[in-house]
């Protein structure tokens, strides 16, 4: 009985790092704020993959790629970097589907 137990332990020790492989660790949307432009355009649970083509694995990636977003030059930018301010004023006066095209 002895044998089995320990068998019964090493297995539960081991477990997670056998088991790991099978999960994929994503940035996924928990919550939008109902007064997000967004709110009806991205569902709960939508894992996010890529911004701007930076790739995004972890929460920790979705802020390193908002940092560099942020940090190229303004001419390089494509826009996703913006005060909240500004993106209600863009989605109250043209529309949120024409600042997503």
Not at 73 to 81: I, K, M, N
Request: contains cysteine.
């Amino acid at each position: 009985n002895m044998v089995l137990v320990l068998i019964a332990l090493i297995f539960l020790l081991i477990n997670p790092f056998i088991i790991q492989h099978l999960y994929i660790e994503a940035a996924t949307v928990y919550r939008v704020s109902k007064d997000s432009p967004i709110y009806n355009l991205l569902p709960i649970h939508s894992t996010i993959q890529y911004i701007d083509g930076c790739n995004v694995n972890t929460s920790n990636d979705w802020y390193q790629c908002l940092r560099l977003i942020r940090d190229r030059h303004p001419e390089q930018s494509s826009g996703y970097c913006l005060t909240q301010t500004k993106i209600q004023l863009l989605s109250n006066h043209i529309g949120i589907k024409s600042i997503l095209i």
